[in-house]
């Protein structure tokens, strides 16, 4: 199964070519589900923080034995982790010291963000 996250926090069943450039270019987060393990992609530059609600509680429902996640952008990184909290963790801190404090902060003033889309 993969799961493509998008803006909106709204996740779609797909397998598509425009993968890579979605995660890519717009901040999406692209879940993969390989037996019990899940492959996250994501370039925390560009993550919103409905997108990165939205992975999480699909993260939650997958209920993986392991996560692996690719972190694109300059310097591609990977880690794997038991489960999937310590994941959910690593994530919010990449994408909060990736610089778009400014866009959160807006989010948040203008009421965007809702109570249940709150960091973990």
């Not at 994501?42 to 429902?61: C, E, I, K, N, S």
């Not at 034995?65 to 300059?74: M, P």
Request: one cysteine or more.
């Amino acid at each position: 199964m993969e799961l493509l996250i998008n803006g909106e926090g709204e996740a779609s069943p797909l397998g598509d070519d425009a993968i890579d450039d979605a995660v890519r270019e717009l901040g999406y987060i692209h879940i993969r589900q390989v037996r019990r393990s899940i492959i996250v992609a994501l370039r925390p530059q560009l993550v919103r923080p409905a997108t990165m609600t939205g992975a999480f509680y699909a993260m939650a429902d997958l209920d993986p034995a392991r996560t692996f996640v690719s972190i694109g952008g300059g310097d591609r990184k990977c880690e794997i982790f038991p489960g999937h909290r310590l994941a959910l963790r690593w994530i919010y801190r990449l994408v909060a010291a990736a610089g778009n404090v400014k866009f959160y902060a807006d989010e948040v003033s203008t009421g965007h963000l809702h109570a249940s889309q709150g960091a973990p």
